[in-house]
């Protein structure tokens, strides 16, 4: 699997080059700590094992709530909650806007049916 940072690698020099000037801020600081997202770049934690003495070297993240990796799982948290809800039957979800002329015809039957404004 391709992750977000490997493919900011490959081409977020080159898109900023092109686009730098209208990207958000906020989204360069994403691009940038999605990409020293454990990396040496943020440093690290050595820790060593009370019994064996063996070591393991462990990065640092970034927690940039943009960072799939950083987010992986909670995400999964996420969706098996929203797993739990779903029907045990086939369907689908369908979204629509309703013309504002419509609207008053179309008033939620249930009391978990919000109308959007
Ligand atoms: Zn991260």
Not at 69 to 98: G, N, S
Request: net charge positive; with cysteine; proline share 5%.
């Amino acid at each position: 699997m391709v992750a977000l940072a490997d493919v900011f690698r490959r081409f977020a020099d080159d898109y900023l080059s092109r686009h730098g000037a209208s990207v958000l801020p906020s989204h360069r600081r994403a691009i940038a700590d999605i990409l020293a997202c454990r990396t040496h770049a943020l440093g690290g934690h050595l820790w060593r094992c009370n019994h064996c003495s063996s070591e393991v070297y462990s990065y640092h993240s970034c927690k940039n709530r943009s960072c799939p990796r950083c987010h992986k799982d909670q995400t999964e948290r996420w969706i098996a909650a929203r797993e739990t809800e779903l029907l045990a039957c086939p369907y689908f979800h369908v979204t629509v806007t309703v013309p504002a002329e419509l609207r008053e015809g179309c008033a939620p039957t249930s009391a978990t049916a919000t109308p959007r404004s």
